[in-house]
């Protein structure tokens, strides 16, 4: 069992629709959680950390956090054809360690 | 602000030969991350350096791969004999000891032929 785990799609959906990312974590010890975006050749690239439980919104991005449930989603709210990328969920633990999980593909169409 | 920079961008080799990456991390930022990422998948840890010291190399294949970050500011990562799976992108990224937020480099493709 990979320590992060995401869909890898692809998730489709369709301009200006509601976008809705998953993850799970498996080491109880995770403290700090991420989303990165990665386009195709490029970088991964922050969007949002979170550390409570709960929401966080910025802009068009909401992160929800669910530490019981080992439980991270990231929601694009108005989805556009920019947000086409790989969206990478990433842990870390108390002690500083580092882990990502394989992503999922997001595609928006026209 | 610069970024993390890395070099060089690609590198072509033949298996069994040897090769190496330079990243030099935000200034300031105490932490340096080593990532090799195969195409579909995610970044996979490989290092992790806190200053000079190592923090986690449990996925570091220690047999081919060593890395070092001598003064605590840049480090390089070697991988001595290269195999075909080596292929992949190496990605650097550091972060300050706040909010440990990672940023990466524009990473190494690297093609072992």
């Known amino acids: 069992q990979k320590e992060v785990e995401q869909n890898s799609g692809p998730l489709s959906v369709p301009e200006g629709a509601i976008a809705s990312l998953n993850c799970t974590y498996s080491d109880r010890g995770s403290q700090s959680f991420f989303w990165y975006r990665q386009y195709s050749g490029k970088s991964p690239e922050l969007i949002m950390f979170i550390y409570s439980n709960g929401d966080k919104e910025d802009g068009r991005f909401t992160a929800q956090l669910n530490k019981a449930s080992q439980y991270v989603s990231l929601l694009i709210r108005d989805s556009q054809p920019s947000d086409s990328a790989t969206y990478l969920c990433a842990a870390l633990t108390n002690a500083g360690k580092s882990t990502f999980g394989d992503g999922t593909t997001l595609t928006v169409k026209p | 602000e610069a970024g993390v920079a890395q070099s060089p961008r690609y590198k072509i080799i033949e298996k069994r030969q040897s090769v190496a990456f330079w990243c030099n991390p935000i200034?300031?930022?105490?932490?340096l991350y080593w990532y090799q990422q195969i195409l579909g998948q995610g970044p996979k840890l490989l290092i992790q350096f806190q200053n000079n010291g190592v923090v986690d190399d449990s996925q570091l294949p220690k047999d081919r791969f060593s890395a070092e970050r001598l003064k605590g500011v840049d480090s390089t990562l070697k991988i001595q004999p290269a195999k075909l799976e080596d292929s992949a992108v190496y990605l650097c990224?550091?972060?300050?000891?706040?909010?440990?937020?990672?940023?990466f480099g524009a990473g190494t493709r690297l093609s072992v032929l």
């Open positions: 990224a550091s972060s300050d000891d706040v909010k440990n937020i990672q940023y």
């Open positions: 200034s300031g930022h105490a932490t």
